[in-house]
């Protein structure tokens, strides 16, 4: 394929500080793709490739309840231990980029994002002088928008604050680019009202766009169902009941809702793989660096997490599950692991994440629990509940109680979403719970740990903006109220 996307950005030099710290360098003199397709092979290989061989964010799962801490005997391959490089992450640390040892593991979250938001605000910029078909052009635009939709929703659940409907007008978001090439400006931030209003208008636009051109993509680039299933998602996100239950609806009805009987998937094949019919779109690194390890030290699944699943629940079993199974390792004894990853992809290798019908009947049932339809969130529980147990385990829900029926919607978010980069958002925007992680120092004396507690509605539920970020950009808001957060001693 024809990397036409080194010559629109050769003038840039990718991911470099510039005047405001995280935007891309572009000359408008630089020669510009002529063709629709031009433009489609950029959105390829300066989206897709680069998300999909970049494990971006990969620490958001080391904050949540979801993992555990294990330290064990050093292996004959080395001594690594990846839980260095998210230490400041499990340990909500004020700045989270120092690790143990006190060395720095840069942030690239920020300018992952932000590098996908200029490069599709110059591919818009463009598009509509380009050679091609209207379907196609539209095509383009829409999955430019979608991308573009995503980047702003990831970034401002990342650094910027909870999203509740009395504050977000005020509360402190992320900065809006809407540059296509250079310019001598610094950057502040909107407000979380401001970011999650361009969110809703570019996915609305996605989708009308994607619809315009026929919506042919396949489930390997963003299409109007998966832009619909995004939208319901930021709907539910910002209390919207009724417009994240009508979304959800759409995608269901649209695509059929397809759910995966897990009975039917064998132990040596993955979740995400070619015959999953729930994958809508699929996207981003196949890893689980801090999860799912041959290193001495990394974060499992929690007890806790695992001990909200039921038995009979295809999608844990210590043996067999196909979300979290435990399995023998000569190098660190037995742990548990992710085992949802990988998705097959002809051109650009293996995914570990998706959009699905899945999250369809949860944000339904979400969105129909905090509603006077509030039963009818158990129809949708069921639905799914039916394709995750074995036949003799299953038993329909009969919940009546709407606090019982909003809290078992949160556990089955839980259980379902495990390692997706799920959780702390979730956490985020219900009631910020207070968390205890350990942290062991000797792998020769399991009783040698630090202690650190995350409070109820820490402050630290939001992200600090990397340093390199704030270094090269002195007027953009940093969020301080972060706490040091030393270890408490162990008793």
Same mark, same amino acid.
């Given at each position: 394929?024809?990397?036409?996307?080194?010559?629109?950005?050769?003038?840039?030099?990718?991911?470099?500080?510039?005047?405001?710290?995280?935007?891309?360098?572009?000359?408008?003199?630089?020669?510009?793709?002529?063709?629709?397709?031009? =433009?489609?092979?950029?959105?390829?290989?300066?989206?897709?490739?680069?998300?999909?061989?970049?494990? /971006?964010?990969?620490?958001?799962?080391?904050?949540?309840?979801?993992?555990?801490?294990?330290?064990?005997?050093?292996?004959?391959?080395?001594?690594?231990?990846?839980?260095?490089?998210?230490?400041? %992450?499990?340990?909500?640390?004020?700045?989270?980029?120092?690790?143990?040892?006190?060395?720095?593991?840069?942030?690239?979250?920020?300018?992952?994002? %932000? /590098?996908?938001?200029?490069?599709?605000?110059?591919?818009?910029?463009?598009?509509? *002088?380009?050679?091609?078909?209207?379907?196609?052009?539209?095509?383009?635009?829409?999955?430019?928008?979608?991308?573009?939709?995503?980047?702003?929703?990831?970034?401002?659940?990342?650094?910027?604050?909870? =999203?509740?409907?009395?504050?977000?007008?005020?509360?402190?978001?992320?900065?809006?680019?809407?540059?296509?090439?250079?310019?001598?400006?610094?950057?502040?931030?909107?407000?979380?009202?401001?970011?999650?209003?361009?969110?809703?208008?570019?996915?609305?636009?996605?989708?009308?766009?994607?619809?315009?051109?026929?919506?042919?993509?396949?489930?390997?680039?963003?299409?109007?169902?998966?832009?619909?299933?995004?939208?319901?998602?930021?709907?539910?996100?910002?209390?919207?009941?009724?417009?994240?239950?009508?979304?959800?609806?759409?995608?269901?009805?649209?695509?059929?809702?397809?759910?995966?009987?897990?009975?039917?998937?064998?132990?040596?094949? %993955?979740?995400?793989?070619?015959?999953?019919? *729930?994958?809508?779109?699929?996207?981003? =690194?196949?890893?689980?660096?801090?999860?799912?390890?041959?290193?001495?030290?990394?974060?499992?699944?929690?007890?806790?997490?695992?001990?909200?699943?039921?038995?009979?629940?295809?999608?844990?079993?210590?043996?067999?599950?196909?979300? +979290?199974?435990?399995?023998?390792?000569?190098?660190?004894? %037995?742990?548990?692991?992710?085992?949802?990853?990988?998705?097959?992809?002809?051109?650009?290798?293996?995914?570990?994440?998706?959009?699905?019908?899945?999250?369809?009947?949860?944000?339904?049932?979400?969105?129909?629990?905090?509603?006077?339809?509030?039963?009818?969130?158990?129809?949708?529980?069921?639905?799914?509940?039916?394709?995750?147990?074995?036949?003799?385990?299953?038993?329909?829900?009969?919940?009546?109680?709407?606090? *019982? +029926?909003?809290?078992?919607?949160?556990? *089955?978010?839980?259980?379902?979403?495990?390692?997706?980069?799920?959780?702390?958002?979730?956490?985020?925007?219900?009631?910020?719970?207070?968390?205890? /992680?350990?942290?062991?120092?000797?792998?020769?004396?399991?009783?040698?740990?630090?202690?650190?507690?995350?409070?109820?509605?820490?402050?630290?539920?939001?992200?600090?903006?990397?340093?390199?970020?704030?270094?090269?950009?002195?007027?953009?808001?940093?969020?301080?109220?972060?706490?040091?957060?030393?270890?408490?001693?162990?008793?």
């Amino acid at each position: 394929m024809k990397k036409i996307y080194l010559t629109l950005l050769a003038a840039a030099s990718l991911l470099a500080a510039s005047c405001s710290g995280f935007l891309e360098e572009y000359s408008q003199d630089e020669i510009r793709p002529k063709k629709v397709s031009d =433009y489609s092979e950029l959105i390829n290989g300066e989206i897709y490739d680069k998300q999909n061989n970049v494990n /971006h964010a990969a620490w958001l799962d080391a904050m949540t309840d979801d993992v555990d801490d294990l330290f064990s005997r050093p292996s004959f391959l080395g001594n690594s231990d990846v839980r260095a490089a998210a230490f400041g %992450y499990y340990t909500w640390q004020a700045n989270p980029e120092y690790t143990y040892t006190n060395t720095i593991s840069a942030d690239g979250t920020w300018a992952f994002f %932000y /590098h996908q938001i200029l490069t599709v605000n110059m591919i818009l910029d463009g598009i509509d *002088e380009a050679e091609g078909t209207e379907a196609d052009r539209q095509t383009v635009i829409g999955e430019a928008l979608a991308i573009r939709a995503y980047a702003y929703f990831m970034l401002v659940n990342i650094y910027g604050e909870p =999203y509740d409907p009395a504050t977000a007008s005020s509360a402190m978001g992320v900065p809006v680019n809407d540059l296509v090439g250079a310019e001598n400006r610094n950057f502040h931030r909107a407000s979380v009202a401001d970011i999650y209003a361009i969110i809703v208008d570019d996915l609305k636009n996605a989708i009308t766009a994607l619809e315009a051109g026929g919506n042919t993509n396949k489930i390997w680039r963003w299409n109007a169902q998966s832009a619909k299933l995004l939208l319901a998602r930021t709907y539910l996100f910002m209390q919207d009941w009724d417009n994240a239950a009508k979304m959800s609806t759409e995608v269901i009805e649209q695509t059929g809702g397809a759910l995966w009987n897990l009975g039917e998937v064998t132990t040596s094949e %993955y979740f995400f793989s070619r015959n999953n019919p *729930e994958v809508l779109f699929t996207y981003g =690194y196949g890893g689980s660096m801090f999860t799912s390890t041959g290193a001495n030290g990394f974060f499992p699944p929690s007890t806790s997490l695992q001990g909200i699943y039921e038995s009979g629940d295809y999608r844990y079993n210590r043996s067999n599950g196909v979300f +979290i199974r435990r399995t023998g390792n000569f190098l660190t004894g %037995y742990k548990f692991v992710q085992h949802k990853c990988y998705f097959d992809n002809e051109t650009t290798g293996i995914q570990g994440y998706a959009l699905r019908t899945a999250e369809a009947y949860l944000t339904r049932a979400e969105a129909l629990s905090r509603t006077s339809n509030f039963l009818q969130a158990v129809d949708d529980l069921n639905t799914l509940r039916r394709s995750r147990f074995s036949a003799s385990a299953y038993k329909d829900l009969t919940l009546t109680d709407q606090q *019982e +029926i909003i809290q078992f919607v949160r556990d *089955e978010r839980r259980r379902e979403f495990c390692f997706e980069k799920f959780r702390w958002f979730d956490l985020r925007r219900w009631d910020r719970p207070s968390i205890t /992680h350990v942290y062991h120092t000797d792998y020769a004396d399991q009783s040698a740990v630090l202690t650190f507690t995350l409070e109820q509605n820490d402050p630290a539920y939001t992200i600090p903006i990397p340093m390199a970020v704030v270094n090269t950009d002195t007027e953009i808001e940093q969020y301080t109220g972060r706490p040091e957060r030393p270890a408490q001693e162990t008793e």
